[in-house]
């Protein structure tokens, strides 16, 4: 068989992301589906599996590099001729006698057995050996066949606006393939929550199933709303005449404007609490909203304020 890094076209300092890149790219190219009048499609699909599955595998490519294995991921083993003073004849690629793979024959269904000394007969133990025929990562199924190797799974970000959070929403999204699924957003949904879109991940490469596909929530920056776990803070503008005279403001939520109740004398910078006005909690509360106040003075000149607060300032003989 021949050099795994070879069959990928990698080189041997080659990362695990070149690995894969390469080994899709293959994979597309000399799939048996899109082969079929190429008899040896089949073969090299087995082999680029094979060679993948070694590079894929840091422990299996490790002992690649270091010669402990074949290209074939069997152990290399050592010519022990004359070991003991024996003078047996030789076995499978130049073992000893005593080697465990003495014969090799195929049955049905094109099925490979072998003997195995003081133990199974023909068809036995045929996972010890099932890499050599190229299946590469394919799983063994009851029925004694091999099951394609499903496709991977993808990791998703959706983004979604506070209010879309706390009141629900129906999202449209478009997944890696170009499909777009209607996601539901439930009222209350967490950041970081996870959502498992079974079968909408990446395609296999080998006919199997596809993988799947996972969704997690992330929330937008607010251009009022500032959160602070399940707590909001924003900021309201309070006309000077209402922090020094009381007043009923309007302050917006998440689920619609309020009022909040303004004292007399009320300084800028003041924060008041608004309880359940916050993001939705895990065990179904909520937080609280924090407002503080901003003192805004007219947006033309008052000679009537300028006039007392000259008044007052003389009287603090400043």
């Not at 091999?146 to 606006?161: A, C, R």
Request: glycine share 14%; no cysteine.
């Amino acid at each position: 068989m021949r050099d795994p890094y070879d069959i990928l076209g990698v080189a041997k300092t080659a990362d695990e992301a070149e690995i894969k890149r390469a080994f899709r790219r293959q994979a597309k190219k000399l799939h048996p589906d899109a082969n079929a009048s190429d008899p040896k499609a089949q073969d090299k699909f087995a082999e680029l599996n094979s060679a993948y599955e070694i590079l894929s595998d840091k422990d299996k490519r490790g002992q690649f590099d270091r010669g402990e294995i074949d290209a074939e991921g069997k152990p290399r083993m050592h010519d022990f001729a004359g070991a003991g003073g024996r003078g047996r004849s030789r076995g499978f690629s130049g073992f000893d006698g005593d080697t465990i793979f003495e014969s090799f024959s195929f049955g049905p269904e094109g099925q490979t057995g072998y003997t195995r000394r003081g133990g199974a007969g023909r068809g036995g133990n045929f996972d010890d050996i099932g890499d050599i025929f190229g299946f590469g990562r394919q799983q063994r199924s009851a029925g004694g066949g091999f099951t394609p190797k499903p496709g991977e799974n993808v990791e998703l970000t959706l983004t979604i606006e506070l209010e879309e959070a706390a009141l629900g929403a129906s999202k449209r999204f478009t997944l890696p393939s170009g499909k777009q699924v209607d996601l539901k957003v439930a009222p209350g949904t967490l950041e970081g929550h996870r959502m498992r879109l079974k079968g909408q991940g990446e395609a296999s490469f080998e006919g199997g199933a596809p993988g799947d596909a996972f969704v997690t929530i992330t929330y937008a920056p607010h251009p009022r709303f500032r959160r602070e776990g399940d707590d909001l803070r924003t900021e309201i503008m309070v006309p000077l005449e209402d922090a020094v005279l009381g007043a009923k403001v309007r302050v917006p939520t998440l689920s619609g404007a309020v009022e909040l109740n303004i004292p007399a004398w009320t300084s800028g910078g003041r924060t008041f609490r608004l309880r359940g006005k916050g993001m939705p909690k895990a065990d179904g509360g909520h937080g609280d909203l924090l407002v503080t106040t901003n003192l805004s003075l007219p947006e033309t000149p008052d000679p009537e304020i300028e006039a007392l607060l000259r008044k007052r300032r003389e009287a603090n003989g400043a």
